[in-house]
């Protein structure tokens, strides 16, 4: 069974730093797609960064300049550096991945993470 499992959300204080980590487990093959979205209470899911494989990233207008998104293909893995913290991007941060390529299974998966919270507060 292929799945996310997402790590290093918790409380910060606005200014600072956070990196999430988001690991593929599973006979995987290949991963088009990983990134990460989040919703804040009471709005819907927004997207943060994806990463194409091969491809630049992209990333929400919100979070240019202060977000860094990386994968490891290697490793199935994909990081989210997260500098000069907002209280506007205190959320549940969610794990995605797209065009998962994984063994017993037909066509691309789509995934999502069990999401992990992120608070910026003093």
């Known amino acids: 069974q292929v799945q996310l499992v997402e790590s290093g959300g918790g409380l910060v204080q606005p200014g600072g730093s956070l990196r999430l980590s988001c690991a593929a487990s599973?006979?995987?093959?290949?991963?088009?797609?990983m990134g990460w979205y989040r919703q804040a209470p009471g709005k819907q899911r927004e997207l943060v960064a994806r990463?194409?494989?091969?491809?630049?990233?992209i990333y929400a207008d919100s979070v240019k300049g202060r977000f860094t998104i990386s994968r490891d293909n290697a490793k199935n893995t994909v990081y989210l550096q997260m500098n000069s913290l907002k209280p506007e991007d205190t959320a549940v941060y969610y794990c995605h991945a797209d065009g998962v390529v994984a063994a017993m299974t037909a066509g691309y998966l789509e995934i999502w993470g069990q999401g992990t919270l992120v608070t910026v507060s003093s």
């Open positions: 990463m194409p494989s091969g491809s630049s990233p």
């Open positions: 599973g006979s995987i093959f290949s991963i088009k797609v």
